[in-house]
Nanobody, 115 residues
């Protein structure tokens, strides 16, 4: 079993920045990729960004140029640097880890951007 601990959410004004962190621990076998999803009230959970072992990254179109995902393999930690935040970025942000053949979700951290 793998445990994920997220931190870094909070309340910020539009145009501000936040940095999310997610650390994986436990019976880690081989992490393939780590990523962040978000879910706004009444909406489906959507991919924000993902980083693969190769270093390749993918981003939702809505966050390209504003968010940066990075990873510290030695610490099994993934980060999401969020700049130029907008009210529409508000939501519960979930860490997701693929540790083949399983995958795991964090408990979520709330990000609220005020206008």
């Amino acid at each position: 079993q793998v445990q994920l601990v997220e931190s870094g959410g909070g309340l910020v004004q539009a145009g501000g920045s936040l940095r999310l962190s997610c650390t994986a621990s436990g019976s880690i076998f081989s992490i393939n990729s780590m990523g962040w999803y978000r879910q706004a009230p009444g909406e489906q959970r959507e991919l924000v960004a993902r980083i693969f072992n190769s270093g390749r990254t993918i981003y939702a179109d809505s966050v390209k140029g504003r968010f940066t995902i990075s990873r510290d393999n030695a610490k099994n930690t993934v980060y999401l640097q969020m700049n130029s935040l907008k009210p529409e970025d508000t939501g519960n942000y979930f860490c997701h880890v693929v540790d083949s053949p399983d995958n795991y979700w964090g408990q979520g951290t709330q990000v609220t951007v005020s206008s």
